[in-house]
């Protein structure tokens, strides 16, 4: 089965620039999730999806950040404006639902802001 | 508020010794621990998931324990090789819709 991909793999802007992220899960993971990974640190949730609607943003900084997921499938992150702490690793993960079943973690994007 | 804790943060130890990982948890309503494997600059792979009624899970040189009652797990290692070396993680899942609660990991390093 095809894994969890993610785009891009690398990217460097300068602060108050806006970026994007996108994330395909595996084909039937009904739920989706966005972490961010702060270098020394453990992931930690932004937003989780149950198909297409939002069942948790609370730790999403929703000034700056955005999230959706279309149809239920692919999904993008977005930041606007990025700051210098918005430097991290973003990681896209699916599961087949929201309890019980494991999670499949996509290589994620590494955002460097300058 | 679910607190994920890896002991120790890193370990660098001879090639072909056995080992493990520790991980506490404070809440113990779990539906599930997930053990990661991180490289460097590389995304998570999935190695053992032990549902929360079971008390281990096995895959190959790995074998993972819960004591979900105590809020423990341990991560067992088998004859280590370098290959072995990366970050490994630990991750909760809880019974609200708090997704997967990580600890910061276990930085490991085998010695050829």
């Known amino acids: 089965e095809a894994g969890v991909a993610q785009s891009p793999r690398y990217k460097i802007i300068e602060k108050r620039q806006s970026v994007a992220f996108w994330c395909n899960p595996i084909?039937?993971?009904?739920?989706l999730y966005w972490y961010q990974q702060i270098l020394g640190q453990g992931p930690k949730l932004l937003i989780q999806f149950q198909n297409n609607g939002v069942v948790d943003d609370s730790q999403l900084p929703k000034d700056r950040f955005s999230a959706e997921r279309l149809k239920g499938v692919d999904s993008t992150l977005k930041i606007q404006p990025a700051k210098l702490e918005d430097s991290a690793v973003y990681l896209c993960a699916s599961s087949l639902e929201l309890l019980g079943s494991g999670y499949t973690f996509g290589s994620g994007t590494r955002l460097t802001v300058v | 508020k679910q607190e994920v804790t890896q002991i120790p943060a890193a370990l660098s130890v001879p090639e072909g010794e056995n080992l493990v990982l520790n991980c506490s948890f404070t809440?113990?309503?779990?539906?599930?621990l997930q053990w990661f494997r991180q490289d460097p600059g590389k995304g998570l792979t999935s190695l053992l998931l032990?549902?929360?009624?079971?008390r281990e899970q096995t895959s190959g040189r790995l074998n993972a324990s819960l004591d979900k009652s105590s809020g423990r797990s341990t991560l067992y290692i088998a004859a280590s090789q370098p290959g072995d070396s990366a970050t490994y993680l630990c991750a909760v899942l809880g019974g609200g819709a708090d997704g997967l609660t990580f600890g910061k990991g276990t930085h490991l390093i085998i010695q050829p």
């Open positions: 032990i549902q929360s009624s079971q």
């Open positions: 809440d113990s309503a779990i539906y599930n």
């Open positions: 084909s039937g993971h009904a739920t």
